[in-house]
């Protein structure tokens, strides 16, 4: 059985709830009183501040440092007093000094490369919604990329994302390249190159099959941010299959732009009418795409 921890923290600002409020926080972080059962919410731990000098770090510090799977198991750092709080004298002061700064020479540059990239990639993937078993096959992708030393004069961060984008394709999950790199805050250039070699050297040696993302997928996603119905839908995605088989050809085109304008005479054909700028922005290419797409399309049907 949980016990639930005594609220320390309960202000005037507060409405009393009853004559003798006893707050307590319970194990998901809800604020509850004991006396009458009237619930005042979550409390959450807000006004981080950082810690500049060894005497904050010591005082601010709320967690142990996390144990990791590379680098070193222990952390020497410049101490100045012992175990029972006694102060060192500075002859070995300066030794646990020496031995931090041996211990850091000790580290190799692979270990250096994943304390840099671990983080960034949980990040990302948490800023995204991305599931944790995607993370964790980005995670082995860009770890067969830094053991083959692909990341020597390149961008880590353009390879952590190509790196989960390449997971996502795997898995095939359904966002789009544009988006992260918006999230990931990296040149699409960049990622394109360190997509180009993951998929060129990384995938053959993890035999992995890079999925691309299909028009007929794109066509649903799309109609559903525009609140289209399943008919519109069917019909946008019928729309491709027929000029496909026709013999539309669509190698060197972008799928959005093909799923963007199947959708776009799908809803001219409807009563759901959509405007051009519209659809444009939700796939997010120009109108013009838009436009030069629709007349392909047609030319097959």
Not at 50 to 73: H, I, L, M, Q
Not at 100 to 129: C, D, H, Y
Not at 225 to 252: D, I, Y
Not at 257 to 274: F, H, I, T
Request: hydrophobic share 35%.
């Amino acid at each position: 059985m949980h016990h639930a921890k005594k609220y320390d923290d309960f202000d005037d600002s507060d409405e009393p709830c009853c004559q003798n409020p006893d707050i307590i926080v319970n194990e998901d972080g809800t604020r509850v009183c004991a006396n009458c059962g009237l619930t005042f919410g979550q409390a959450f731990v807000d006004s981080e501040r950082r810690a500049y000098t060894t005497e904050e770090v010591a005082s601010r510090r709320r967690t142990e440092p996390k144990w990791r799977s590379f680098g070193p198991r222990t952390v020497i750092t410049g101490v100045q007093t012992d175990a029972r709080g006694h102060h060192l004298e500075a002859k070995q002061q300066a030794l646990f000094s020496r031995l931090s700064k041996i211990q850091g020479s000790l580290v190799s540059s692979l270990e250096r490369n994943f304390w840099e990239a671990k983080p960034k990639l949980n990040g990302l993937s948490l800023k995204l919604s991305i599931p944790s078993q995607i993370t964790e096959t980005a995670w082995k992708i860009y770890t067969e990329v830094a053991k083959q030393k692909l990341t020597m004069g390149r961008s880590i961060d353009g390879f952590v994302t190509a790196s989960l984008y390449a997971a996502i394709r795997i898995h095939e999950f359904p966002r789009l390249l544009e988006e992260i790199t918006e999230v990931a805050m990296i040149p699409l250039r960049s990622v394109h190159r360190s997509l180009g070699l993951i998929v060129r050297m990384v995938f053959p040696v993890l035999k992995m099959k890079y999925k691309p993302v299909t028009t007929r997928s794109l066509v649903f996603r799309f109609g559903n941010e525009l609140k289209l119905s399943m008919g519109v839908q069917t019909e946008a995605a019928n729309m491709l299959t027929k000029s496909r088989k026709n013999g539309l050809k669509s190698m060197g085109k972008d799928p959005k732009g093909l799923a963007a304008a199947a959708l776009y005479m799908s809803c001219k054909n409807s009563q759901e009418k959509r405007t051009q700028a519209a659809i444009a922005d939700v796939a997010r290419i120009t109108e013009v795409t838009l436009r030069t797409r629709v007349k392909q399309i047609k030319s097959f049907l």
